[in-house]
């Protein structure tokens, strides 16, 4: 019997040997692969795709890589601005890439100084001599804005593009909440702060939309400026003022009418395209006609890593909601980023610091805590320059005022100088049921705010002091920052957005130029050359595990040559406006669980092709079910 359990521990003991050994193999083989890089060897001569199916952002949301390799992550595509610039400026100088491919039929667009920096970049490589070729099945406007610097725009001759310039419908709740017996407490400051006017009123002030039509009528001018210095010979006046008359006299053929006028080059299909496309970049005889060598705009992008020598320029990137906390998906959460900059600073490498803000705002004591965070970098003597993205407003504005100097685009939206807080209240609803509320009170603010019996005076005061002092914390940050009197501040405050150029007039922007320009004046500020610097990005890196799994769907999606479901121009405006309900249904949910005092822009959201989240999306599509649309 003895004899017996010794053999069997000695079973065990070779089972639990082999299962280590196979366990250190298959760990070790793991680690060679998370450690191996992609180098130039990996790229062969071909076209660099861009298939740009989502938005261009400054920062994509983080996504759980496991959910991207089983297709049910939760963000759609999103594309990082500065790798989208850095991948077209080095594709003009690179003998490998012999064209540019620029598939946008599913674009999801971005705020307008993005898309004029890709837009740029993209006229770079067609300057370069290198040929830029771009298809569409129709364009939105934001898809147009890049297309139009390439040298062939070809589009499916059973769509067509119509242009449909910045502005729409908001929808008011007021009517709503009315009905349900809600009430909306509203505390705020600024005349032209819109954001809580969709709850405390059934249509726009007429504040709001005079701001809302200057700022669209600066943006759309700049829109039409822009697309009639990349194609001077398109006739596309006549499609922005009277397209009704354009189809008509074009029996219904819009895309026969957009190569008429000069606005695409060539219509044909996508298999027409490829072919075409082939004639540049070659392609393998044993593949489908109209196949191409095609280079993976991932995979470029990672062979092409950015460059680490020379002297340190921290930049700190806050982009999307700015919300109390850690970050989470797209936002940008007040601890993450206060940590990122402050333990940069702790190893004192850094010689100059670069904030990118990309906000519509957010809440206000979350935009003071980054604010105080980044002027630790000041009590370090480094020079602190910010580098304004698309958009720059309220508490964008608010952090923004931490810099020595502030650099924006002509396009960027920015300003917003104002504060407002909402506190729903259920009384009117719970009356509705037969349920009404009752309790002791030991002081005037017992209990407050009520949600089951509503606020008292006593509330409502204090609760509207303090936004008026977190107004005038505002005024006298930006009085101090732009050295301007508190009260010019309030005069080109209260709420009111303005484009980048506006800005510069009234000196809450100090120039023009984007992220290169701004890293270019810390190194100046520093005593440093730019040429003997580098970029360090001050933001949480990928696990290798992340990055390996990310890796393997990246390369899958650079492999795959199937494309999106082409839409013509009456799908895709469909498409549009039910993303549109979806992102307001999201504002819905937002004011229940954001911070109480947020200091957020209204108008920005409608500029950038913001995508809703997937719960918003969700609910979207069961209200469209309950009603059978």
Known sequence: MNLVRGAWKVLVGIKDGLVLIAMLIFFGLLFAVLSAKPGPTSIRDGALLLRLDGRI????????????????????????????????DKAKDDSQVKVVVLDLDSFGGGYPAALNEVADAIGRVRAAGKPVLAYATTYTDAGYRLAANASEVWE??????????????????????????????????????????????????????????????????????????????????????????????????????????????????????????????????????????????????AANPLPTGGDAIGVLTIAGDIIDGKSTGGNAGSDTVAKAVLDALGKKKLKALVVRVDSPGGS???????RMAILEARAQKLPIVVSMGGLAASGGYWVSTAGDVIFAEPTTITGSIGIFGIIPTFEGTLKKIGITADGVKTTPISGQPDIYAGTNPATDAIFQAGIENGYRQFVTRVSQARHLTPARVDEIGQGRVWD??????????????????????????????????????????????????????????DNDDSTAPAEDAFTRVAAERRAMFASALGEVRRIGTGAAVQARCLECGGLGGAAPSNADVRLMDVLLARFGW
Not at 59 to 88: I, K, M, N, W, Y
Not at 516 to 525: N, S, T
């Open 500 to 557: 980048g150029g506006t800005a510069h007039q009234l000196g809450l922007v100090d120039r023009f130029g984007g992220l290169q320009d701004a890293v270019a004046e810390a190194a100046k500020r520093a005593g440093l050359k730019v040429e003997d610097t580098h970029i360090e990005y001050l933001e949480k890196k990928p696990g290798r595990l992340a990055r390996f799994l990310a890796g393997l769907a990246r390369d899958d999606d």
């Open 57 to 88: 952002v400054e920062q994509p949301a983080e996504v759980d890589p496991f959910s991207s390799l089983t297709g049910r992550g939760d963000a759609g595509h999103e594309f990082r601005l500065r790798d989208v610039v850095r991948a077209l």
């Open 156 to 301: 499916s001759a059973m769509a067509g593009t119509l242009f449909m310039g910045p502005g729409g419908s908001q929808l008011y709740y007021k009517g709503l909440i009315d009905k349900l017996g809600v009430n909306a407490h509203v505390y705020r400051v600024g005349k032209y702060k819109s954001y809580v006017e969709p709850y405390t009123r059934a249509e726009a002030s007429p504040e709001a939309k005079e701001e809302v039509q200057v700022l669209y009528n600066v943006l759309f001018g700049q829109w039409k400026e822009a697309i009639g210095k990349a194609r001077p010979k398109a006739k596309i006046a006549d499609f922005l003022t009277q397209p009704d008359k354009v189809v008509v006299a074009a029996q219904g053929n819009i895309a026969q009418a957009n190569l008429d006028a000069g606005i695409v080059d060539k219509l044909g299909t996508r298999l027409e395209f490829g072919k075409r496309v082939a004639t540049i970049a070659g392609h393998d005889d044993n593949k489908a006609p109209g196949t191409f060598h095609t280079i993976g705009y991932d995979a470029y992008v």
């Open 364 to 370: 206000a004591l979350a935009s003071e805590d980054m």
